[in-house]
T-cell receptor, first 111, second 114 residues
Framework: GESVGLHLPTLSVQEGDNSIINCAYSNSASDYFIWYKQESGKGPQFIID?????DKRQGQRVTVLLNKTVKHLSLQIAATQPGDSAVYFCAENGGFQKLVFGTGTRLLVSP | DTGVSQNPRHKITKRGQNVTFRCDPI?????LYWYRQTLGQGPEFLTYFQNEAQLEKSRLLSDRFSAERPKGSFSTLEIQRTEQGDSAMYLCASSLGTVGEKLFFGSGTQLSVL
């Protein structure tokens, strides 16, 4: 079946460090993956996405890596800032953009 | 503000009452989605519309739930005879409908059933 999970529920980093948030998925047929950031009391905010024909995609301070062999997805945030503190979700496309979300990882950035 | 708008932001109701939420998507987006999110969990898909047609419903959407998008613009989600287990954040999202196009989410309606 389709499931998306995250390895760590909470990640604590110092300001300026690089953060890596990991995600495992189980549906090898998934062709699209996406990372969202969710702050308290707000809806998920798009960060970056990647299609299955790519291994890596870079945005502003963020990079997503996709390893289809082990069905693993990661989000790297460079020079983490206090404003990056939030819950991060990975999601996979369950068809017609019916996204299947994982539980989430809370990122805590201390000054 | 040209993002996805949801109203109300918060709703407190008593068990057994009916509630209705509204979602206004981004104007040019033809797909509209409803998700439900409980504390500490990721959003769960409920249903989606392509213009005014409701194309898929999750098994999470019991007979007490109904969603409409009458003119292909705004959408409403109604819950009849609310139960305490319905307490959650109800999120609306919209997209252009292009394959791989990202979903834009609203801030949600937080429902508390007492």
């Amino acid at each position: 079946g389709e499931s998306v999970g995250l390895h760590l529920p909470t990640l604590s980093v110092q300001e300026g460090d690089n953060s890596i948030i990991n995600c495992a998925y189980s549906n090898s047929a998934s062709d699209y993956f996406i990372w969202y950031k969710q702050e308290s009391g707000k809806g998920p905010q798009f960060i970056i996405d990647i299609r299955s024909n790519m291994d890596k995609r870079q945005g502003q301070r963020v990079t997503v890596l996709l390893n289809k062999t082990v069905k693993h997805l990661s989000l790297q945030i460079a020079a983490t800032q206090p404003g990056d503190s939030a819950v991060y979700f990975c999601a996979e496309n369950g068809g017609f953009q019916k996204l299947v979300f994982g539980t989430g990882t809370r990122l805590l950035v201390s000054p | 503000d040209t993002g996805v708008s949801q109203n109300p932001r918060h709703k407190i109701t008593k068990r057994g009452q009916n509630v209705t939420f509204r979602c206004d998507p981004i104007s040019e987006h033809n797909r509209l989605y409803w998700y439900r999110q409980t504390l500490g969990q990721g959003p769960e898909f409920l249903t989606y519309f392509q213009n005014e047609a409701q194309l898929e419903k999750s098994r999470l959407l019991s007979d007490r739930f109904s969603a409409e998008r009458p003119k292909g613009s705004f959408s409403t989600l109604e819950i009849q005879r609310t139960e305490q287990g319905d307490s959650a954040m109800y999120l609306c999202a919209s997209s252009l409908g292009t394959v791989g196009e990202k979903l834009f989410f609203g801030s949600g309606t937080q429902l508390s059933v007492l």
